[in-house]
Nanobody, 125 residues
């Protein structure tokens, strides 16, 4: 499956952005999906995850209550709505697909088999 993340940009602190992750090649409903981010000089970190049906989601403590992950399986797309953005949210954001083949915690990058190319989010103070 090929994943493409888009929707990043420059926004002021307190603002909002919605990221999208479009899939091609396979039906997205086959996979749990995650969003990760990587700031300059830092390791890639977990942001959010949604189950295949969309019935459950998990969030990093740093974004819980501000970010919402959702999916539209009919459109083969996963979203990340980001509100109340902070400068520390600045990073390249990646979407990823979990086929279920790897036994690992959901917040580990190794859990995910397919990755998009990333989209830059910059939050100015």
């Amino acid at each position: 499956v090929q994943l493409q993340a888009f929707g990043g940009g420059l926004v002021q602190a307190g603002g909002s952005l919605r990221l999208s992750c479009a899939a091609s090649g396979r039906t997205l409903s086959s996979y749990a999906m995650g969003w990760f981010r990587q700031a300059p000089g830092k390791e890639r970190e977990f942001v959010a995850r949604i189950s295949r049906s969309g019935g459950s989601a998990h969030y990093a403590d740093s974004v819980d209550g501000r970010f919402t992950i959702s999916r539209d399986n009919a459109k083969n797309t996963v979203y990340l709505q980001m509100n109340s953005l902070k400068p520390e949210d600045t990073a390249v954001y990646y979407c990823a697909a979990d086929t279920g083949s790897v036994s690992a915690p959901y917040y580990y990058t190794a859990k995910y088999d397919y990755w998009g190319q990333g989209t830059q989010v910059t939050v100015s103070s």
